[in-house]
């Protein structure tokens, strides 16, 4: 059975950079039929898609976030990860990874807490 | 950009009930690319529906998906405890390529 782990820091200063990591198991990264995407969702608001992944290496983004965002994959930890540049308070969210099958996210990570504060 | 805005924000029914939820898009979006994920307090979002209306492995024949164009609907035939949750729409389309409402809170009543 698959699963996603993210892994990262709780508390990023303002004006730093996130940075997480979700390791997968149960199934291979490499596997052509999946991209793989982080979403995150700010406390009380709606889930928001931030970007996607292939284990080639191609990526697409928000446009909204694309200016700060980077995700890259190591098939050889079996894991990608996500950064995010000059984060504010708005960028406090639950950070999720999740397979990507064609259109659909499923199944996610349980998701971790990343407070933007000093 | 494609806005989904779904009703009611919160729906309070009874286990039992059958409860309906909307999901309406700003543009038309193709049924193939509309989704529903449940989601539990302190859990990771489900997928439940796909392509508007086809279930997803191990989804309780008491939910359906319909619609079509804007106007797209969850339905839960019969509430069971455990449906007590946050159901969030998603599509696939014009930039952002993935987008979600903001989601219906489904309490008992």
């Known amino acids: 059975q698959l699963q996603l782990q993210e892994s990262g820091p709780g508390l990023v200063k303002p004006s730093e950079t996130l940075s997480l990591t979700c390791i997968v198991s149960?199934?291979?990264?490499?596997?052509?039929?999946?991209?793989w995407g982080w979403i995150r969702q700010p406390p009380g608001k709606a889930l928001e898609w931030i970007g996607s992944?292939?284990?080639?290496?191609?990526?697409y983004y928000n446009p909204s976030l694309k200016s700060r965002v980077t995700i890259s994959v190591d098939t050889s930890k079996n894991q990608f990860s996500l950064k995010l540049s000059s984060v504010t308070a708005a960028d406090t969210a639950v950070y999720y990874c999740?397979?990507?099958?064609?259109?659909?996210?499923?199944?996610w990570g349980q998701g971790t807490l990343v407070t933007v504060s000093s | 950009e494609i806005v989904l805005t779904q009703s009611p924000g919160t729906l309070s029914l009874s286990p039992g009930e059958r409860a309906t939820l909307s999901c309406r898009a700003s543009?038309?979006?193709?049924?193939?690319?509309l989704a529903w994920y449940q989601q539990k307090p302190g859990q990771a979002p489900r997928l439940l529906i796909y392509?508007?209306?086809s279930r997803a492995t191990g989804i309780p024949d008491r939910f359906s998906g319909s619609g079509s164009g804007t106007d797209f609907t969850l339905t839960i035939s019969r509430l069971e405890p455990e449906d007590f949750a946050v159901y969030y729409c998603?599509?696939?389309?014009?930039?952002?390529?993935?987008?979600f409402g903001q989601g219906t809170k489904l309490e008992i009543k």
């Open positions: 999740a397979r990507q099958y064609g259109t659909l996210f499923d199944p």
């Open positions: 149960g199934g291979s990264i490499s596997s052509s039929d999946y991209y």
């Open positions: 992944i292939y284990y080639s290496g191609s990526t």
């Open positions: 543009q038309s979006v193709s049924s193939t690319y």
């Open positions: 392509g508007a209306s």
């Open positions: 998603q599509q696939y389309g014009s930039s952002p390529r993935y987008s």
